[in-house]
């Protein structure tokens, strides 16, 4: 008897983008984007301000259409299956969505009530969300009484609630500080081990990716501009110029593959680079 040979189907993206084109007015945001984040894996999208991230995942959430290339989740085509693709979606935007007035816990029965979680499952559903972003102590607490990193893993709460098979986060660590970016990272991690979901994120924490991405895209101008393993890029790019792979960082490998683009000379609007972006935010926070 011979052994059968055929490979297992491959299982659908959870993310698929091809050729995905959107313009506001003369700006092209994004700019011919070909993207897949497989199932199971926690993808990054990188960019600084202006590169297009916030405009491809609305995309990919259905919030914007599609006017050109084709965007799919989990094979599901998002101009066409709406609704279907937001049942699948967990999303916490850049803006914050928490309400200051209620308790944690009623944030995020408000998404469960908003979701459709069905009635009999909801408390336990709440507990569990409030429980896996470590909150379920504070969870009778106001939420305006919450520092800046109980609130976005508030509102990673109010993401998972509905049981999301795709988690989308935008910039889920801006304006937090060291600690508190770790614990957001540390609920992500945990949440992707315990449910097998695929998460993309974006952000333009290079080093953040870095390490707690499997795979990430560079963007510049609404362009992916490198795309792979973060170990492999920085890898290529220290064999590019023969240097020692544990002095080429992320950053490195943007500037490289952006050239001089980066720093906005070309495009005063956009103004800057990763460290004038930190340094601008920074000063914002103080
Ligand atoms: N509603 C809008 N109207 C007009 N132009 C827009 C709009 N939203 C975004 N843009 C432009 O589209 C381009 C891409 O913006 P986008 O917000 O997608 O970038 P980003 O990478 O998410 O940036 P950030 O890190 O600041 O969120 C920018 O040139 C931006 O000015």
């Known amino acids: 008897m011979t052994a059968d040979t055929t490979p297992a189907p491959k299982a659908e993206a959870a993310v698929r983008c091809t050729g995905l084109t959107y313009s506001f007015g003369a700006t092209r945001a994004v700019d011919g984007l070909d993207l897949t984040v497989e199932q199971g894996e926690v993808f990054g999208l990188l960019g600084p301000n202006g590169a297009g991230k916030t405009t491809a995942i609305r995309a990919i959430t259905t919030l914007l259409p599609v006017p050109a290339g084709m965007v799919s989740v989990f094979g599901l085509d998002c101009a ?20 200051s007035g209620l308790t944690g816990r009623e944030n995020v029965e408000l998404f469960a009530r908003v979701f459709d979680v069905p009635r009999a499952e909801r408390r336990a559903r709440v507990d569990e969300a409030l429980a896996a972003v470590d909150l379920s102590e504070a969870a009778g607490r106001l939420a305006g009484t919450y520092s800046g990193g109980m609130v976005r893993r508030l509102e990673l709460a109010q993401a ?10 935008d910039e889920p660590t801006i304006g937090l500080d060291p600690l508190a970016r770790a614990g957001v990272w540390d609920c992500i991690a945990q949440v992707r081990a315990a449910t097998g979901m695929s998460v993309l994120v974006t952000t333009h924490y290079m080093d953040e990716a870095d390490e707690h991405c499997a795979r990430v895209a560079l963007m510049h101008r609404g362009r992916i501009r490198a795309m792979g393993a973060p170990g492999d890029l920085r890898a290529e790019l ?10 080429v960082s992320l950053e490195d490998v943007f500037r490289h593959h952006a050239g001089a683009g980066l720093t906005g000379a070309d495009r005063p609007d956009e103004g800057g680079d990763f460290r004038d972006v930190r340094r601008s935010r920074a000063a914002a926070r103080r």
């Open 160 to 169: 998972l609630v509905s049981a999301p098979r795709l988690l989308i986060l």
């Open 238 to 247: 220290a064999a590019q110029l023969d240097a020692d792979p544990a002095r």
């Open 80 to 99: 066409r299956k709406k609704m279907q693709v937001r049942r699948l979606l967990g999303y916490v935007p850049q803006q914050l969505s928490a309400d």
